[in-house]
């Protein structure tokens, strides 16, 4: 395959990366990043105030980008604390002074990014997360845990412990207290506590610091992406800075007069997550948000689809979802999907998205099995899944919302958060959802074959079974207005083997 270099921007909230890379093969050819732009105290997202500035620097990258005869360019930006609606002004605005076009990713998109790029770039890796890895990712707006066994993506927490958020705390105690950190340890000790439950099981653990520059920068040396830090010397740092001033710190640590400011509370940080996990050894890598952004720019997408899947099946089996049910629903879900592609036009993400609602439609009956499905909803909305936008979230969420008793409506007021198209697809993906769900109404799965065929406007459904499907008739009855409503296909159900 012939060479070709591909552009990368990424927008973060204080600072820009452009990248010239060579592809097959991700080669970074050349990186440029910009100055330092000042985050919020409030917001950290500061763009619409730092938009002068983003524009310069794209108006740089695009000669640098022109220089490397690039035509191809992908622009990404971090959202963090930002807004959707505020992102969308700065987007439109940036679009219009320069011409590039930005996609913005919230925290978990980026997370798995960055955990798929751990898992694939690291030869060390897998040896890592053979057991018990954690790995420690810190923003500015919040940290990420995540866990890893057998090599594979198992979980994660998101925690309001970013660097630049514990600073600003930090900066407020010093106009009351003459010593901050001990206040602030306690802080991070209660953002931290309601881990320990779950965390108590796991022994012998390692964790991956991963996403500080200042600890990478100090330990990874050479070609190196990882090195490992006994306890002794990241404590030996830690005693270092806790009282350093700011200029020993810029010049041991090579920073800017702004985030030396976070140097500290990533310290403290990582001082209590290794004393909370009693974390046998330590690591720390230099990859970098950008190199996960750059990894699914120019890569495969299916290790961040698994995430998706484990981060679904974690959450079902929290709050109780019947296993098997799930398991048949979304096999014959899928099976709608797919016979049903000429009509609904919908691609390869979409069916991710009704695979996973199929996965949690039902977790709301943890609250109350009356108005479930309204309660799945929430708990969606309030735990959002690693490696989705909050658009897909709430698209999930609002297909499990309508799976069962509810029909899609502009007078719901989340659905009327979604676009049009974002509301065509809820329709589509909570149709086929309810029909699928149907044949399981007793929770039995007496079904053990499904046949689909269309002929003259209706949708054949034949399907075999042991046991009498009078409940799941009656279920298929109620739950298939939508359906026709949606695609102007009558279901018909025709039972074999009864």
Known sequence: MKEKEKGLIFLGPDEMTLRVVQQPGNKVITEVKSGPM??????????????????NNLEGFRRILADYA??????YGKLEDMQMTEARYVADQIAVRTGFTIKWLNNNQLVADTFSTLMSDLPEFAELASKNLYVLTMGLDTATLGYF????????????????????????????????SEIILDYISSKLEYLVPELRHVKKSK?????IGTIADTFVQGEKRIAKISREKLEERYYQVIDAPDQ????????????????????????????????????????TEVDGVMKVA???????????????????????????HNDFVVDVSLKLFDALQPIHRLGRHERLLLEIAGKVDDIGNFINPQGHYRHSAYILEANPLIGLSAKDNLIVAEVARFHSSESPDVNQPMFQKLDGPSQLIVGKLAAILRVADSLDDSRQQK?????????????????????????????????????????????????EGA
């Not at 702004?258 to 001082?271: D, E, M």
């Not at 961040?304 to 484990?310: C, E, H, L």
């Not at 359906?483 to 039972?495: A, D, Y």
Request: a positive charge; aromatic letters at 8%.
């Open 149 to 180: 066994r057998h090599s594979t993506f198992q979980m994660s927490w998101n925690i309001d412990l970013g660097g630049a958020r514990v600073s600003h705390l930090v900066d407020t105690l010093r106009q009351t207290t003459t010593n901050p």
């Open 207 to 211: 964790l991956l610091i991963q996403n």
């Open 248 to 287: 020993f710190i810029i010049s041991n640590y090579d920073v800017n007069e702004q985030s030396v400011n976070w140097v500290l509370p990533n310290f403290l940080v990582i001082s209590r997550v290794v004393r909370l996990l009693d974390a046998k050894s330590v690591y720390t890598t230099n990859i």
């Open 298 to 324: 120019f890569g495969d997408q299916q290790q961040i689809d698994d995430m998706i899947r484990t981060s679904a099946d974690n959450l079902a089996q929290r709050y109780g979802a019947d296993s098997a």
């Open 447 to 495: 079904i053990s074959r499904v046949k689909l065929r269309l002929e003259s406007g209706k949708l054949l459904m034949t399907v075999q079974a042991a046991d009498n499907l009078v409940v799941e008739q009656w279920a298929f009855g109620r739950k298939n207005k939508v359906f026709k409503n949606v695609f102007g296909l009558q279901p018909v159900l025709i039972v």
């Open 70 to 75: 690039v035509k191809e360019v992908s622009f």
């Open 38 to 55: 000042p985050v919020g105290t409030k917001r950290i997202a500061n763009y619409a105030s730092n938009l002068e500035a983003i524009v």
